[in-house]
Nanobody, 123 residues
Framework: QVQLVESGGGLVQAGGSLRLSCAAS????????MGWFRQAPGKERESVAA????????YYADSVKGRFTISRDNAKNTVYLQINSLKPEDTAVYYC????????????????WGQGTQVTVSS
């Protein structure tokens, strides 16, 4: 059964850091681009970062550039999201997603989603 399991969320003060992890039970994990998304209450889900199959290409939303870093360890079937300088507006449920392609796709290219991990930033 293909599964993505996120972890690492929590309650943190503004300015703090968190490292989110997404463990994938996908045999061919190393072939596919991965993404991190977030959804705040009352808002649509938005893409925050993505990484291609090798880690050689990354994408960041403008709102997180310079603060978020996406990385992957294909030997561990895991993708990470390092979040620094957290702001209250970063509060959301963060989701990991796996695509069906090797390079970073549009939203429609993601077909497997995790259950999400809550990140709450207090001011």
């Amino acid at each position: 059964q293909v599964q993505l399991v996120e972890s690492g969320g929590g309650l943190v003060q503004a300015g703090g850091s968190l490292r989110l992890s997404c463990a994938a039970s996908i045999r061919t994990f190393s072939r596919y681009a991965m993404g991190w998304f977030r959804q705040a209450p009352g808002k649509e889900r938005e893409s925050v970062a993505a990484i291609n199959w090798s880690g050689g290409s990354t994408y960041y939303a403008d709102s997180v550039k310079g603060r978020f870093t996406i990385s992957r360890d294909n030997a561990k079937n895991t993708v990470y999201l390092q979040i620094n300088s957290l702001k209250p507006e970063d509060t959301a449920v963060y989701y990991c997603a796996a695509s069906y392609v090797s390079e970073i796709p549009t939203l429609a290219g993601y077909g497997i989603w995790g259950q999400g991990t809550q990140v709450t930033v207090s001011s």
